[in-house]
């Protein structure tokens, strides 16, 4: 898996642009190719007919819940919505001795769960639409959590799971190589607009101080 600083360099050669270029820092390259590659997702594997998403896109962040009000101490980052649905593939529950995996469920049917007693002993747990992951368990509840979903941006995993990165652009960059080639070409089409928009404003002050002279 590529990292965003390989891919952004990819994109600085391919579109024959230094570095330093005035027009184009790493952070807007990093924002382009985010952007795409939430599009490219929901282009491919959104729609009625659901298909299996790679594990590659997915990325794992670790939890932290109050045991009393049960309920995640801050924000999940913002999930990739595919047709008003957050992308969460597993929710595990952890403690000193192993990790168990939690019975995900919508947050609409969260909020009836625990009135079964049939069902009272299976810990269900879901993301809120204002992102918190909250749990329900008849018994007392582990405090960290491990979900494993789809980041709208996946950079917010360094600040979410405090990731000890000296530079935010070494992070792998959650994609699939089948798709790279899609991406890098809406990238660099994108790029090339950004790179000549500037000259033509140039050009045209230049032809518009000729004018007045």
Not at 8 to 30: F, G, P, R, T, W
Not at 146 to 170: K, V
Not at 175 to 201: Q, Y
Request: hydrophobic share 40%.
């Amino acid at each position: 898996m590529s990292t965003y600083r390989e891919i952004v360099y990819m994109v600085l050669d391919q579109a024959k642009m230094k570095v330093d270029d005035n027009h184009l820092e790493a952070e807007h390259i990093v924002a382009i190719i985010n952007k795409y590659r939430a599009s490219l997702l929901k282009n491919k594997y959104g729609g009625q007919v659901k298909k299996v998403i790679p594990p590659a896109y997915y990325q794992t962040l670790a939890v932290e819940v109050d045991p009393t009000t049960r309920k995640s101490l801050k924000r999940i980052p913002q999930l990739l919505d595919l047709d008003g649905m957050n992308l969460v593939t597993t929710i595990d529950a952890v403690n000193v001795l192993n990790t168990f995996k939690i019975t995900l469920v919508s947050p609409d049917r969260f909020q009836y769960l625990g009135h079964n007693r049939y069902l009272s002993t299976i810990l269900y747990g879901t993301v809120t639409l204002d992102n918190y992951l909250k749990v329900k368990y008849s018994g007392t509840i582990p405090s960290n959590f491990l979900i494993s979903g789809l980041l709208e941006n996946p950079m917010n995993i360094i600040e979410f799971n405090d990731l000890e990165i000296s530079d935010p652009l070494d992070l792998e960059f959650p994609m699939d190589e089948g798709l790279m080639m899609d991406l890098m070409a809406a990238t660099l089409k994108e790029v090339a607009g950004i790179r000549v928009f500037p000259e033509i404003d140039k050009n045209n002050a230049r032809e518009e101080n000729l004018t007045s002279n």
